[in-house]
């Protein structure tokens, strides 16, 4: 069991933008950053935002990010075929450390 | 240009130990935190704790305390990790993460640069 939840499933067609939410609790994204990463199947997962909405030199800002509260989203537009991945939040949290989200699976229709 | 290269897939018995490597290059192994991370069979991520290379101090996540150990040897810009008392539940893909965050500063658990992963594989 996670303690940042994320829905278990996104998707969307070509050139569509999807959002995915994660959250939290005051004692993780209430009280810290947001990061987050997508994942494809088979290689290291890869850095896609961090600090809430600061995207690492390289990601298209197609991605984007935000967080409100104990609640965070990240958002796709345009989406893209190379887009399909599964993508994790993750914080720090006062009482377990670090922790990431359930994870979304992404999948372009 | 940053790289972690880790050691080989592992195939242990439950009980057994097993100790994996991460070895740091295109950086100053000594001025970023590592993090082990770890991804069993269809699950998500899992935090498992981080070691400063400078000082060789660790924090582990409560569920891998007494459990885990992490060491890390500058003449080499290597880091280990060291699992013990294996079960079937550790079976899982392995990796080394470097923190955004250089350890001057408080670590906010970011990780740019990971690892390719090593498997481990814990059955009888």
């Known amino acids: 069991q996670s303690v940042l939840t994320q829905p278990p499933s996104a998707s969307g067609t070509p050139g569509q933008r999807v959002t995915i939410s994660c959250s939290g609790s005051s004692s993780n994204i209430g009280s810290d950053t947001v990061h987050w990463y997508q994942h494809l199947p088979g290689t290291a997962p890869k850095l896609l935002i961090y600090r809430n909405n600061q995207r690492p030199s390289g990601v298209p800002d197609r991605f984007s990010g935000s967080k409100s509260g104990t609640s965070a989203s990240l958002a796709i537009s345009g989406l893209q075929s190379e887009d399909e991945a599964d993508y994790y939040c993750a914080a720090w949290d006062d009482n377990l450390k670090g922790v990431f989200g359930s994870g979304t699976k992404v999948t372009v229709l | 240009q940053v790289q972690l290269v880790q050691s080989g897939a592992e195939v242990k018995k439950p009980g057994a130990s097993v100790k994996l490597s991460c070895k740091a290059s295109g950086y100053t192994f000594t001025n970023y935190f590592m993090h082990w991370v770890r991804q069993a069979p269809g699950q998500g991520l899992e935090w498992m704790g981080i070691?400063?290379?400078?000082?060789?101090?660790?924090s582990y996540a409560q569920k891998f305390q007494g459990r885990v150990t992490m060491t890390r040897d500058t003449s080499t810009s290597t880091v280990h990790m060291e699992l013990s008392s294996l079960t079937s539940e550790d079976t899982a893909l392995y990796y080394c993460a470097r923190d955004l965050k250089q350890v001057t500063d408080t670590s906010d658990y970011c990780f740019d640069y990971w690892g390719q992963g090593t498997l481990v594989t814990v059955s009888s």
């Open positions: 070691i400063n290379p400078f000082g060789g101090s660790t």
